[in-house]
């Protein structure tokens, strides 16, 4: 028996190594099977498909191979793929998240080297949005039309989306998620709309775009549903068994067959009571008082109403299910104790439901009136609070339970609170600005628009409240108004207390442009107040803050005693200053800050009594000074008196007229009457005295004109100088006239003429002075040893200056031609003067300098000479120096007979002229020549000299009449030059024997230069 048992031992373990065998190959078989199929799958992978996966692989943070691998898992995923490639697909989703570990077998590779969690692992998984919860990372592709894609269109058709799905949370989730931060932005910042305009936003009107409001509503609808998903209660269950039992009974008869067995009966009364409990809980927690948030606003109250009917409408449905419809009927069957507590608890239920669904409904009709308290800015919410408010009358008014006063100040108070947190976001951007640095006047324009829209949402109220009393058959408003608007009238507080701050910083502003001498001082501190408050640090919106207040208080106190300090500078300003011009300019300094608290009539008041002493004292000072007034520098005596009088005019007329210009209520009291009385008076005074002024002024206006109808030259009586025939009394009429003109006071037109007619009489004059002075020049430029041959010059200009004595008057219009004539014989006569001039001292006068200069004897230079050497030597160099000398001998004479030359032809050119001037019985020399001069000597000299080309050295003709002066200064000229080539001649002389003298008495090495031979 041993032996047959150890046999079958053998057999058995041969049977199952055999068996393992074989299962070991079978598995070896699949596996291969399973990878030719993974490559079929993989060879019909095209380039479309490879482009999904990088798609779809970006978003998922995952490689195209990864993609390709996780796709061939399954055959199901590729079909998808297949039918998103034709016309009838047009979405596929990749989803990226944990699933079941799947063998070789079914996916032909392994998942061993990948992380496992849970028998799970993160797989890639393809789908059509369905069959496949989504839990973790999902990629929609989707296709713009229905077409069949390929690899040229693929990139055009197919568009992306890619969202995530939170391990605690849902789809819903995800999608709002998506859209808040998505799309929401990226069509926010998109500017090229097409047909959706977008245009600057206008503060009195709520614009919003239909889209965004759609968008925003969608996502706050998902946001909702995820909460009210997490937020379902579901009824309580037992443990598996006694679950099993209860869902084994689904009819009638089976209630009433299991109701005879109290075990049974038991299992149904313990879950009866347990869902009561339940059902109880829950109705606690819904009647129990609600902790809200400060600034929750109404959109709240429909989340909340919302939330509760889908509670209890889940809760209702649970209710009406089989499972619980066999469990009341059990207990219905039985009589157990529980149904009584079950009939109370589920008409509560019901009522709520119903409440709820109700309460949803109509604040669903609220939700529009509501929507721009979220959006739009305070002007624009106006127009929607009177929809707003008689909405919430029908609610109370129409509603079943919505009702209640508790309910209704509920929802109004909410409406406060969203009206003060969309006012705290208008003003602040949102909490992006800071209020501090803000500028002043777009942040008090926002603050006044908040008062104002809180001030209209009141009104509204209180109208509706008067409107709804007068009427019977509503109910009225008894609501208390400082709950619903406590908040907005402490926030209403807040900000009238920050338009105080902004409207004294206003106030005080100018003062930073002020260059009033000490105002710095006061600036200064008034920016200490501000700058300590603002460095507090305080959220001004922040309404709740008390430290705020404390702070502001005392802002107001050292802002009081600024106010009184700035008084006292400007009172102490002005006494400083004694003149009422002065005090009148400081004044409208001051009232050019427009600072409220600054006394500025009593200010002017003050000025105009100044005024009135100053008006006292100019009056004294016209009786002192009426006779002899004290006229301007550089003024005509008529109109500087009349300058006089009109600058005391103004000087007392400036003031007053300011005085009505700046400030009319103070002329317009007594004193300002009396004051203005008083200055008539005087102005009236002095008035009169211009008048006279100017009328004895008028009269001294006769003989004017005879001053310009004299000759403008005449000759001095007793030296016969030429003077300017002109009186100075016509430049003085032509100032005193001028000023007239100024002054606006009438001229006589002769005047006119002659004010017109006063730049060429100065120009006459001048041109006057400057000929007279340009002729004494040329005479003084004539060498005195030429002046009697330039008398036929001077006697020409002379004959030029004539009508000037006699018929040229300053109004004539023959002055232009007489300078024209002047200056081209002051030209002609200088140029004449200039060559005779060159040629004396160039020809003449160097020649006689290096005659004077010529050595006569020859004096040893190197070795001493005896007597017989040196008289050789000087008489070979006088032989030398002798033909030098004559040669300039020669030349000097040449010289002057070529001058001689000039002055008979100037001379013939000037008598002739001459004649023309003057007739032949009149005087052509000086005063005591009586004859003419004939010319045709001259000529005949002239001619001479011209046909021999050499000047004509014989004698002048002596026959001459008048000529003979003229002949005999030639003469003189001729001997004189004579003379001082004599001269000359003895000065080298001179020279020479000075220099010999020198040479005898000079040493050289111990013996004399020059010695006798024995």
Known sequence: ?????????????????????????????????????????????????????????????????????????????????????TKEGRLIMFLYQWSKDLIFEDCGRSYATLQKTNNKVMRVLVTKGEGWPIM?????????????????????????????????????????????????????????????????????????????????????????????????????????????????????????????????????EEIGALWCQQIEMI???????????????????????????????????????????????????????????????????????????????????????????????????????????????????????????????????????????????????????????????????????????????INLYQITKKKIAAKKNERPFDFSEMYIFGKIFTFRTRLEKIIMMLTIDKEFSPLEQCSVEGMDLHTARFATLMNNLRKKGFDLLNYRNLAFDEDYDRFLELVDDLKSQLQKFMNMTLIDLRHSLDRLDMMNRFNALNLSFLDIEEGYMNILNIYSLELDHMMSIYERDKEDPAIPWNLPPMAGRIYWVRHMLNHIAEPLFRLQKDRPSVMKTPEGKRVTYRYNKFAFVLAKTEVLYHVAWFKSLEATNDCLQVPILARHPITKEALINFDAYVFEVVKEAFYMVKLGLPVPKIIINIIHACTNITTTYRKLQMLLHEYDQLKDAIPEIFWPLMQPSIFKIDGLFYPAFTTITWTSLEIPAFFKELEKAFREMGLFIKTVCDVKYTRIDAKLNQIADTQMCSIPTTEPWTVDEFMQNTKEHALSVGEDLNKMNKMICDTVYELLRYFINNAFHEYKAIETIYATDQKIADHESKKTLNSSYVVAALNTLNETGEPDRTPLPEDLMTRESYVESCMALFEDLKLKIIDALIKGVRVSLSQLRKRFLSRWGGCTVLYLSL
Request: glycine share 2%; proline share 2%; charged share 25%.
């Open 283 to 457: 109705l606690t927690d819904a009647e129990r008082i609600r902790r809200e948030d400060d600034n929750t606003g109404p959109k709240k109250e429909l989340e909340f109403w919302l939330a509760t009917t889908s509670k209890f409408n889940y809760l209702v449905q649970q209710i009406r299910e089989t499972r619980a419809k066999m469990v009341i009927h059990v207990l219905h069957i039985v009589k157990s104790p529980v149904m009584a507590r079950w009939r109370a608890l589920d008409m509560k239920v019901t009522d709520m439901a119903n409440e709820a669904r109700d309460n949803a409904k109509y604040l669903y009709t609220l939700e529009k009136y509501c929507e721009p308290l979220y959006r739009c800015q305070p002007l624009a919410m106006i127009d929607k609070l009177a929809g707003l408010i008689g909405t919430i009358r029908l609610i109370y008014n129409y509603s079943h339970y919505y009702y209640s006063t508790a309910k209704v100040s509920s929802i109004l108070v909410k409406i406060t609170s969203q009206i003060v947190t969309s006012c705290k976001s208008y003003i602040s951007d949102n909490g992006e600005s800071n209020l501090w640095l803000m500028p002043k006047d777009m942040l008090m324009t926002r603050l006044q628009n908040c008062i104002k829209l809180f001030q209209t949402y």
């Open 136 to 268: 973790g990372k999902c990629v929609v592709l989707l296709k713009r039309n229905k077409i069949d894609l390929d690899d040229r269109n693929i990139m055009e058709e197919v568009t992306t989306c890619c969202f995530n799905v939170k391990p605690n949370g849902s789809l819903l989730g995800a999608i709002a998620d998506l859209v808040c931060n998505a799309f929401q932005p990226a069509l926010k910042n998109l500017k090229n709309w097409g047909s959706i305009k977008h245009t600057k936003i206008d503060e009195t009107k709520c614009e919003c775009n239909d889209l965004f409001v759609f968008i925003e509503s969608f996502q706050l609808h998902l946001e909702w549903a995820e909460q009210h998903v997490a937020d379902a209660v579901q009824l309580a269950t037992l443990d598996t068994e006694k679950m099993a039992l209860i869902d084994s009974i689904t009819s009638v008869a089976g209630c009433l067959s299991v109701a005879h067995s109290k075990s049974t009966v038991a299992v149904f």
């Open 1 to 85: 028996m041993a032996a047959m048992s150890s046999s079958r031992n053998s057999a058995t373990s041969i049977s199952k190594r055999s068996l393992g065998n074989l299962s070991s190959a079978t598995e070896h078989n699949n596996q291969m099977l399973a990878k030719e199929m993974r490559e079929e799958r993989r060879a019909t992978v095209i380039k479309a498909h490879k482009y999904l996966f990088a798609l779809a692989g970006h978003h998922l943070c995952l490689s195209n191979e990864e993609m390709e691998e996780f796709t061939l898992d399954d055959p199901t995923f590729l079909r998808i793929l297949a039918r998103f490639m």
